[in-house]
């Protein structure tokens, strides 16, 4: 059974950091693209960062370019994202997922972890 577990949300003031962490089990991510996601309330979920498990290579979106860092940890099978400079617009439930294919979709989820930050 595949599971995507997503820690270290909370609440952090403005310019303050956290690090979500996404522990992955249940079959080997070596070929799969891992991602971190994130939805706002009354606002769609939108793409925050990805990375490539096996290669490392990676890409943010805009919004967080410079301020967020996707890692992976394949010894431990987790995927990192380390927030800092965060800001009340990052206010958002925080999801984890892999891609065997980006262009097939997110295979998996994980079930979000609260991120809130104050202003």
């Known amino acids: 059974q595949v599971q995507l577990v997503e820690t270290g949300g909370g609440v952090v003031q403005t310019g303050g950091s956290l690090r979500l962490s996404c522990a992955a089990s249940?079959?080997?991510?070596?070929?799969?693209?891992m991602a971190w996601f994130r939805q706002a309330p009354g606002k769609e979920r939108e793409f925050v960062a990805r990375?490539?498990?096996?290669?490392?290579?990676?890409y943010y979106a805009d919004s967080v370019k410079g301020r967020f860092t996707i890692s992976r940890d394949i010894a431990w099978n987790t995927v990192y994202l380390q927030m800092n400079n965060l800001k009340p617009e990052d206010t958002a439930v925080y999801y984890c997922?892999?891609?065997?294919?980006?262009?097939?979709?997110?295979?998996?989820w994980g079930q979000g972890t609260q991120v809130t930050v104050s202003s």
């Open positions: 249940g079959r080997s991510f070596s070929s799969y693209v």
């Open positions: 997922a892999a891609a065997a294919a980006i262009v097939r979709g997110y295979n998996y």
């Open positions: 990375i490539n498990w096996s290669g490392g290579g990676s």
